[in-house]
């Protein structure tokens, strides 16, 4: 039997959807809109990017002035742990909402095999779940700087500098700061990033016929030489010898 009962989606803006109760845990993702939740009495409020889950049973009502929109789903998993309502926000890059609008796509849809697939990003979903709840949020500009670099870290042409575009703050201060919050420096984290990149890639190899020097540009750098003593330097083997 399916965990994922229903899926639905608020595509034009409302401005209030009045009291009323679920047989499951529904999950509501706010795509737009700042207002409040009511829930059991009690008033939360809520913007764009933030994640309720809402226990079976529970009175509930959304309510923004200049409209909101969502997107929902109800589900029923005897695993899960969880036994009063849960609020939660998503990353800057909507990584909850890329999984959600996928599972609310699918179920839409209807294909073969349907059910596995909406079951499975749901379970995608609570492992998000337990990430978030647990996360320490970083400074703004740390957390732009990690968006950043995750997304440009493959660009073999990708410098650092480019980060202080989007960062207002003297680069010295950023860098201390971001070293504070994430234990290394933002060169040491884009090393990382582009090494582990390498290794999966280094894993592969042998399927994809790729050379250690596309690999290398495809990791991030220009070099396949200096790539060669950056990866022996972290992992204590050359490339060629990764397995």
């Known amino acids: 039997m399916s965990k994922v009962k229903f ?27 700042v207002g409040t939740v009511e829930i059991d ?17 529970s009175i509930h009502s959304d309510h923004a002035d200049d409209g909101f929109k969502n997107i ?3 589900f029923e998993d005897v695993s899960f742990p969880y036994h009063t ?4 926000r998503d ?6 909402l890329s999984v959600i609008t996928r599972l609310y796509n699918e179920y839409q849809l209807k294909r073969k095999n349907y059910a596995e697939i909406v079951d499975s990003l749901h379970d995608v979903l609570l492992h998000y779940l337990t990430a978030f709840s647990d996360l320490v949020p970083h400074h703004p500009c740390v957390e732009t700087a990690i968006n950043q670099i995750v997304t440009n870290f493959s660009d073999p042409f ?6 202080m575009t989007h960062i207002h703050m003297n680069p010295d201060y950023f860098r201390k700061l971001f070293k504070k919050e994430m234990g290394i ?3 040491k984290y884009l090393t990382q990033i582009r090494i582990s990149h390498a290794k999966r890639l280094l894993r592969l190899k042998h399927r994809s016929g790729m050379s250690i020097q596309e690999i290398s540009w495809l990791s991030g ?3 396949s030489l200096y790539f060669s003593r950056v990866f022996k330097k972290v992992t204590g083997v050359p490339p060629q010898d990764w397995e």
């Not at 009495?41 to 049973?57: A, M, Q, Y």
């Open 91 to 96: 990353t800057d890059a909507g990584d909850f």
């Open 41 to 57: 009495g009690n008033i939360v409020s809520f913007e764009t990017g933030d994640i309720f889950f809402l226990p079976p049973g």
């Open 221 to 223: 750098f220009q070099d």
């Open 185 to 187: 420096s933002p060169l």
């Open 7 to 33: 899926a639905g989606r608020i595509h034009t803006p409302i401005q209030i959807y009045h009291l009323h109760s679920h047989p499951y845990w529904e999950v509501v993702c706010y795509t737009q809109g």
């Open 158 to 163: 990708y410098d650092l500098s480019q980060i």
């Open 85 to 88: 309502w849960i609020k939660i």
């Open 72 to 74: 929902h789903y109800e």
